[in-house]
């Protein structure tokens, strides 16, 4: 029962206090106006008072119209859809259609009866003083008038809805853009979780075969390691970071994974920083991470080339490898880091990056510029 109440509250609008406020001060203006206009001229309270109750009669019907069908059949009516009305039992089996004949039904009954006095009225005409026998054109004019009348509370039933839809739109458009940024935050994260197991993965795998040549070594870096998980681990849970931790971690980085080379490996960086900018935490370790998982060979000469630089609010990284494609058997070659670098980029500097990459006399090229 109280989850029914709740779904009733909700369906008929929910806590949406200004709404409210806004349509009793919008009715106030226009049925105080014309009483409080009256008062101003003639400084008369019986005049003001009357004009009150003039307005007051003729307002009443759509003024109780509009709430009606703003408050209630609106919302539990016309715009209600089937996941609305789960709570509603039988009610939620109806048909929009259906629901839309129902909601015509209710105004063509409501408005006659918030009208009722006025036939009421009609009704005991004979028992008014002084009041006149109705002739055929006075009957003319009485339908009429009754005829306008009943147009104008459906006029005023349809501003109702009419301003109900604006803001249920309003509120859904809302609700899809918080559900999107809420969205992206996750796919955010789970992307950058995604790159601190792989390049832990790899990493190990580097040190692992280290302990085979050179123990000590293998312990230093061991060491060099912890610095970078502490980095990725406690220094990454914001959105940005400044770059110059990031250039900080990037050269640990190489020179962790520059270990496994041999002789044969030429390892250049070169890294320009004016300001200490914000950018996105972990973002061109996958590309070092593929630049040294495709570009170095034991037996052939390799070349890796990473250059970074930063002028004002715009960062330009580049980073040239020889290629030696991995063959089928190799799983390390997934292409994980590189996607999930894309996506990243995508979500987090959309309209504001370049992303070129291409092969060209056995070197690959990446190169990527941001605007932060």
């Known amino acids: 029962m109280k989850e029914f109440w709740n779904d009733l509250y909700e369906a008929m609008g929910g806590n949406h206090l200004t709404s409210w406020l ?7 203006i226009i049925i105080l106006a014309l009483p409080i206009a009256t008062w101003l001229s003639t400084q008369d309270y019986e005049a003001a008072k009357t004009s009150l109750n003039v307005v007051w009669g003729i307002f009443m019907s759509p003024f109780l119209i509009y709430f009606v069908n703003f408050y209630v059949f609106g919302p539990l009516l016309f715009f209600m859809n089937e996941k609305e009305a789960r709570s509603f039992r039988v ?10 004949w129902i909601f015509g039904l209710c105004n063509l009954i409501t408005i006659p009866l918030f009208n ?64 999107k940024a809420k969205n992206t935050e996750a796919e955010l994260a789970w992307l950058k979780n995604q790159i601190n197991p792989h390049f832990l ?10 302990t085979q040549i050179d123990p000590d ?19 990454t849970n914001k959105k ?11 050269r640990n980085y190489i020179a962790l994974m ?20 914000e950018i996105a935490p972990l973002l061109f370790i996958s590309l070092i991470e593929n630049a040294f998982k495709h570009g170095v060979s034991s037996s052939r000469h390799s070349m890796i080339d990473i250059h970074l630089e930063q002028k004002n609010n715009s960062i ?18 997934s292409g994980i880091g590189l996607e999930n670098t894309r996506r990243r980029l995508d979500l987090m500097y959309a309209g504001r990056y370049t992303w070129q990459k291409w092969l060209e006399n056995d070197i690959y090229h990446v190169y990527i510029k941001l605007s932060v």
């Not at 070594?217 to 220094?235: P, V």
């Open 22 to 28: 806004l349509n009793v001060v919008v009715w106030a």
């Open 91 to 100: 009610y939620n089996k109806l048909s929009n259609r259906t629901r839309y």
């Open 116 to 179: 009722s006095r006025f036939f009421l009225l009609w009704w005991h005409r004979d028992s008014i003083p002084n009041m006149p026998e109705m002739t055929p054109n006075m009957w003319i004019g009485f339908f009429s008038g009754a005829f306008m009348f009943f147009m104008l509370n459906c006029i005023v039933a349809a501003i109702a809805i009419g301003i109900r839809h604006f803001i249920r739109n309003r509120d859904i458009k809302q609700q899809l853009k918080d559900e």
């Open 201 to 210: 993965f790899n990493t190990l795998n580097n040190i692992s075969s280290l």
């Open 217 to 235: 070594a293998a312990q230093d870096a061991i060491a060099q390691l912890s610095d970078l998980l502490r980095y990725a681990m406690y220094e």
């Open 240 to 250: 940005t970071v400044p770059i110059s931790g990031e250039v900080a971690f990037m």
């Open 258 to 277: 520059k270990l496994r080379c041999n002789e044969k490996t030429e390892v250049k960086t070169t890294f320009e920083v004016e300001q200490d900018v």
């Open 316 to 333: 330009m990284f580049t980073c040239d490898n020889t290629n030696y494609p991995k063959d089928d058997a190799d799983r390390s070659g």
